[in-house]
């Protein structure tokens, strides 16, 4: 199979550094790093950053590329890339709900990759360990409500605020919450639950979201709390989530962090109601969340596309 040559743009940005460790890590080595003008030419190990111009990107030369670099200029971009032939997975929230564009966590909905016409969407890194966990149990008892508390890590706002919480005493670090906020809630909640709905394709599916920032670099943990159709014992539900994601009795941010696996632990009851179960998920948003996942999308289609 010949290598498939492989554009990471947003190289720069904390997940695009991750992405370009992930690759390595996985045997790829035609790669190319595209961020704006500000950081062409700068060198990130052996690759010299290229400026992601459309006519870079439309030059018919690059099979896959990997998007992380915010919404607005994914909007802008992606679009050339498709026009010169790659596969484009962007991680932005650009085209995540756009019907016809495929929203996919390989382990939950990776059938629905075949569908692309050029463009996938890569989760919010909560939604992937969410819809990670909730699909085992809606495939048992069927989900009938779901609430969560997220705990996200400074990382998943980028680079800078990695910097500023690395500049921040550990005694003044606080509680962000630095998403738009329309009256009611963050633009972040309301991700969460459209694009939880959209992969485990249950839109009237009600998922109540209360987002936090907390003063952790890497590792998203999320407080899940769900009530079922039908009753399901916690001692079935860890065998269920145990079966798809990693058993830690208590999970942590530092304990995800580095690893490509997602954590599940404290599986209980809920006895607030009658078949009500609870959780928490906690998994490295740079990678599964973001990096990984990503690449994962692109290995369901990979090897089709440069056989063909
Ligand atoms: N962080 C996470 O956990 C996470 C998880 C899932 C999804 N995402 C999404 O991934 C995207 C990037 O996030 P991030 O955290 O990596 O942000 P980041 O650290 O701020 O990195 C942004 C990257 O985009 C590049 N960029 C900005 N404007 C550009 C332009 N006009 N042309 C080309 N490149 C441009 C930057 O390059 P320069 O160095 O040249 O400025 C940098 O490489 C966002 O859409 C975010 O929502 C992030």
Request: hydrophobic share 40%.
């Amino acid at each position: 199979m010949p290598e498939p040559r492989i554009g990471v743009v947003g190289a720069t940005g904390a997940v695009g550094t991750v992405t370009l460790e992930c690759l390595r890590e996985r045997g790829y080595t035609d790669v190319r790093a595209f961020a704006s003008a500000r950081s062409a030419g700068t060198r990130l190990g052996d690759l010299t950053v290229e400026e992601a111009t459309p006519e870079a990107l439309s030059a018919g030369d690059l099979d896959l590329c990997l998007f992380s670099v915010g919404t607005a200029t994914s909007r802008q971009l992606v679009p050339h890339a498709v026009r010169g032939g790659a596969i484009c997975v962007d991680k932005s929230s650009a085209y995540r709900l756009e019907p016809g564009i495929p929203l996919v966590v390989p382990e939950v909905n990776g059938e629905r990759a075949r569908e692309h016409d050029g463009i996938l969407a890569n989760p919010n890194c909560c939604t992937i360990p969410l819809t990670s966990a909730l699909k085992p149990l809606h495939d048992a008892a069927g989900i009938a409500r779901v609430r969560v508390a997220t705990y996200q890590a400074a990382s998943g706002a980028g680079a800078r605020a990695m910097e500023r919480l690395r500049a921040t005493e550990p005694g003044d670090a606080d509680l962000a919450m630095d998403w738009d906020y329309d009256g009611e809630e963050f633009d972040e909640e309301a991700k969460l639950r459209a694009e939880t709905q959209k992969i485990l394709e249950l839109p009237a599916l009600p998922i109540s979201v209360s987002c936090m920032r907390v003063p952790v670099m890497i590792g998203h943990a999320e407080s899940v709390w769900v009530e079922t159709g039908e009753p399901l014992a916690p001692d079935r539900a860890r065998e269920l989530l145990g079966a798809a994601l990693t058993l830690d009795d208590f999970p942590t941010p530092g304990r995800a962090a580095g690893r490509d696996d997602i954590l599940v632990g404290r599986i209980r009851r809920d006895p607030t109601v009658q078949n009500g179960l609870a959780f928490l998920v906690v998994c490295d948003n740079l990678r599964k969340g973001a990096a990984l996942n990503a690449i994962q999308i692109a290995e369901l289609l990979l090897r089709a596309r440069v056989t063909a």
